[in-house]
């Protein structure tokens, strides 16, 4: 990675690091990991694994570390507030249908992998609205080390050994901005339980992706208002965000029901690198999801599976793609 985008993931981290000093020090981390093994008909294609590690403070009260929340005109400034912050790193990787040829098929998608880091701004007000803002910097090509790591895997488990990651994507640093606002409508059921009703719309912009969305949630269950759903690496519906204390208890579950729509003016890993010549496809401009899934918790300790539906991203693409999503979270000894 070059040596501004290692300063900057540093500065991105530093502000992670220094913010738990000043938050109550009730740190959870999140491990995330979305791969179609984990769905049905696995194909290993396209998205075909993605693997990210967050960590959430507990809610922010030094007035310094306040500052940025008032900084940025997207957080309100009213109402019973829950202001925290994240931090994470990950990595994705993406293949074309066909991994056993040298010379990838131009008509399919190319090999790419990305390794990123970023830091993160997220505000519950009143149990009833969420914000969040997220920066990342990574690295996109074999810097990203997608290629060497999936090929050690297949070694690993005696699958066939994908043959085209020499030609992936060219080494190239992005810069990836993601802002979010999702609204909830609770209703109680009686015994403790309850639904909800979570619509969100998003917007990204940066060097890897450029789309607007809109789409929701539905969930049954108990103690829903701990969290907003599980969160997934693509950033479309969910947050990385639990809070017990929101809770008539320690335990929750609910399962739900989900829908994405995203106009999409860029997707790195369809287009091709910015600044040269890369391998590349036709990108279809309108992109929806659909998912379906249950998360059970214990205060600050929670699993969750989500099954993601995804309509073609390219115009050549024969099916659409589906994978699995699974979400452990736990509470964090600092």
Known sequence: MARSARIFLGLLFGLGLGAAHAADLNWTGSILEEDDFWAPNNRDRHYTHG????????????????GPFQWWPLFPDSGERSRRYEILGGQNMYTPENTSISTPDPR??????????????????DGRQFDR???????????????????????????????????????????????????????AAGGGLGFDAIPQLSARIGSVYDYVAAGGMVRFGRNLLVDYGP??????????????????????????????????????????NAFERSPHVDREPLVGDA????????????????????????????????????????????
Not at 113 to 125: C, E, K, N, S, V
């Open 51 to 66: 693997i990210e590690f967050l960590g959430t403070s507990g809610e922010v009260q030094d007035p310094f570390w306040l």
């Open 108 to 125: 399919d998608r190319p090999y790419a992998g990305w390794l990123q880091g970023g830091a993160g701004l997220m505000q519950d007000t």
């Open 133 to 187: 803002f997220v920066a990342r910097l990574g690295e996109v090509g074999p810097g990203s080390g997608a290629g060497q790591l999936q090929s050690k895997w297949h070694l690993l488990i005696d699958n066939p050994q994908p043959q085209g990651w020499h030609a992936q994507l060219h080494d190239e640093p992005t810069l990836d901005l993601f802002e979010e606002r999702k609204w909830r409508f609770y209703g």
């Open 231 to 272: 969160p997934r690496i693509d950033e479309n519906l969910g947050a990385p965000y639990v809070n017990p204390d929101k809770g008539d208890g320690p335990w929750s579950w609910y399962g739900f029901l989900g829908a994405e729509g995203r106009a999409v003016a860029r997707n790195m890993f369809l287009d091709g």
């Open 291 to 334: 998912e379906i899934g249950f998360a059970i918790a214990y205060q600050h300790l929670r699993f969750a599976y989500t099954y993601v539906y995804r309509t073609v991203e390219y115009r050549t693409q024969d099916h659409p793609d589906h994978y699995g999503g699974l979400d452990l979270t736990f509470h964090l000894p600092f």
